[in-house]
């Protein structure tokens, strides 16, 4: 079967640190970033991208909106 | 494959939605607010009718919905969202027309304004955040507020003796017969959010076939309210809020489904 291969981009800018997309993720793709944005808040990023698989959950439960999530099959 | 082969036009699968204005939300990180806020206008997206849609923001927390939604909106007096909405969905009744409100405004100060909505029957759609808490004006106890929880204004707990019972607004509601689908949903996981976002299109779709009201209560976070972070607030979201306010159907085109309803009313479900 193919294989989902996804990657997310997080608005660094607009996000607020909340980390409930860290929970969300079912392959632990994401972690909080030890800088901060020009709000003062950690952001989240891709720690482990190759375990991304594109699902839409860290998109779908963040509260303010700042995730786009990207897919392709893999052969 | 690398990154930058995955990250292409062709291959976008989630983006925020265009009907959410680019200003930044002005709620607290991780929020119930922002996420039930997009979720709706993810449907109006998909139902097309942007340009038929208007809105009522409260006073609380989103009194200022109007600058985060692109589609028509008006703000109320404290509570009267549902007069409001009655008013406008009367005048226009072609439109789509939505409250928006929490629950010290929907369950507190505008307590006869739900009910007498809800049972006249208005042909319009009330989004209820329930976070059992005044947000907005610094946490203090709702109507909502559970037994024993801490606010502001109950530090040392909700005593009942002195502070009176946590109101279900939404199983009362549920009984009236102007309702006509009346649910409880939350957003603090992704699962919850998809089916908030298939509770809300149901909604409108009520709305569009003019089946009477439908009342959404999302129960929420207020997590600067609760003093916790906002991963901590959804656990003990899930632990208290939960059990006191079961996630679920209450009532479905008309006939309630909820079997706690119905064994009220003396239905036997077994
Ligand atoms: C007539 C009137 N009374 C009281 C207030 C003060 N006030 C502002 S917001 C609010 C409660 C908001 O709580 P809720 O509806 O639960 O919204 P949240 O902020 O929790 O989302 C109150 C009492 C007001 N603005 N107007
Ligand atoms: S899209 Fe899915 S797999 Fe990728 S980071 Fe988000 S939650 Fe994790
Ligand atoms: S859920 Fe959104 S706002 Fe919260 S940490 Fe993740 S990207 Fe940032
Ligand atoms: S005070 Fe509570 S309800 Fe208001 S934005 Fe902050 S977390 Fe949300
Ligand atoms: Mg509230």
Redesign the pocket.
């Known amino acids: 079967m193919a294989k989902m291969k996804?990657?997310?981009v997080v608005d660094m800018e607009r996000c607020k640190g909340c980390e409930l997309?860290v929970g969300?993720?079912?392959?632990?793709?994401?972690r909080m970033a030890g800088e901060v944005n020009g709000k003062g808040y950690h952001f989240a990023y891709?720690e482990y991208p190759d375990?991304?698989?594109?699902?839409?959950?860290?998109?779908v439960v963040c509260p303010d909106g700042v995730?786009t999530?990207y897919?392709v099959k893999e052969d | 494959m690398d990154i930058k082969d995955i990250i292409k036009p062709e291959n976008l699968v989630?983006k925020r939605t265009p009907l959410l204005t680019s200003n930044t939300l002005s709620y607290c990180p991780g929020c119930g607010h922002g996420t039930t806020h997009r979720v709706i206008m993810e449907v109006i997206e998909e139902m097309g009718i942007q340009a038929d849609t208007i809105g009522i923001a409260p006073v609380g927390c989103s009194v200022l919905a109007y600058d985060f939604m692109d589609i028509d909106m008006v703000q109320a007096a404290h509570g009267r969202a549902p007069a409001v909405a009655t008013g406008i969905k009367r005048t226009w009744p072609e439109k789509f027309v939505f409250s928006y409100q929490g629950d010290g405004d929907l369950a507190a100060i505008g307590t006869s304004e739900t009910i007498h909505c809800c049972n006249r029957g208005e042909s319009i759609v009330i989004i209820f955040i329930n976070n059992g808490i005044y947000g907005m004006t610094g946490g203090q106890m709702a109507p909502t507020t559970l037994v024993g929880m801490k606010s502001s204004t109950s530090p040392y707990g909700r005593d009942v003796a002195f502070m009176g019972n946590p109101l279900k607004i939404t199983e009362l509601v549920a009984q009236l017969p102007g309702t006509c689908f009346v649910t409880r949903q939350a957003v603090h996981t992704?699962a919850a959010v998809r089916k908030t976002k298939k509770a809300v299109r149901m909604a409108f779709e009520n709305q569009k076939a003019n089946k009477g009201l439908s009342f959404i209560e999302v129960v929420s976070n207020c997590n600067s309210g609760w003093k916790m972070t906002p991963v901590a607030a959804n656990k003990w979201m899930e632990e208290n809020m939960f059990p006191f306010y079961p996630l679920g159907d209450m009532k479905v085109d008309g006939r309630i489904v909820s079997k706690e309803l119905l064994s009220l009313a003396g239905v036997k479900t077994e």
């Open positions: 996804g990657a997310i997309c969300s993720c079912p392959t632990d793709v994401i891709m375990n991304c698989t594109g699902c839409t959950n860290c998109a995730i999530v897919r | 989630y992704p």
